[in-house]
């Protein structure tokens, strides 16, 4: 299935070099270009994309507002957007991910891995490298009172689920989970499916997001 893209970056050059990319892969192909927050929200309702490239800093809607927007939306809310920047801030990230962006990467990340993580976003995957994941918990150990909001995040939780959860809040793939818990993958998986569904979580991001709110990583 082919997978439809949309560029929003205020930046012409960017943009066309994003596309070319993007349309060399057998599997992808690019509906619409934004320069603006807005014109992606607008491209979000009327292409339908699986996935939005999204820069975080253009004039007027920024592209953590505009992430903010399409994945709020029910019309929208199943796109899927990858928040591209030159800014590898914590702030950044750490908004990114709140407002439902499924993924991070750097703008100079290697051409190969920017289609990989298009595919792993529009399968329903987080794209959180491990330097995004020391980041966001730098974030809230240093500023736990604006981001725990404690036990409320695992009302209806089970012990394993909250262990799973950890697992997952520090980084690790289902592989792996299922190697540190002695348990197959498609146990982790599916601890991991139920917890989605418990938390409300549309993505592994917001589980990562949740690990950190609960204080199960530190």
């Known amino acids: 299935m082919t997978i439809r893209v949309v560029v929003a970056d205020d930046q012409a050059l960017v943009r066309g070099s994003f596309r070319l990319l993007v349309d060399t892969a057998p599997d992808m192909l690019v509906v619409g270009e934004a320069a603006t927050g807005d014109e992606a929200v607008a491209l979000a309702r009327s292409e339908a994309p699986g996935v939005v490239l999204m820069d975080i800093r253009m004039p007027g809607c920024d592209g ?9 939306a029910p019309d929208t809310a199943a796109v899927r957007v990858l ?17 439902g962006a499924s993924g991070f990467l750097l703008k ?6 920017l289609l990989a993580g298009i595919r792993v976003v529009a399968a329903g995957e987080a794209l959180l490298a491990p330097s995004v994941t020391r980041r966001l918990v730098e974030e809230f150990t240093r500023r736990p009172e604006k981001a725990r909001r404690g036990a409320t995040v695992l009302e209806g939780t089970t012990p394993r689920e909250r262990e799973v959860l950890e697992l997952v809040g520090q980084g690790l793939s289902n592989a792996e989970i299922a190697a540190r818990l002695c348990v197959t993958l498609s146990t982790a998986k599916a601890h991991v499916s139920r917890l989605l569904a418990k938390l409300g979580a549309r993505d592994r991001a917001q589980l990562v997001i949740a690990a950190y709110d609960s204080g199960l990583v530190r």
């Open 64 to 72: 953590i507002e505009a992430t903010r927007r399409i994945t709020s």
């Open 83 to 99: 928040m591209l920047t030159t800014y590898e801030v914590d702030e950044y990230i750490f908004a990114a991910l709140r407002a």
């Open 108 to 113: 100079d990340t290697p051409p190969a891995d």
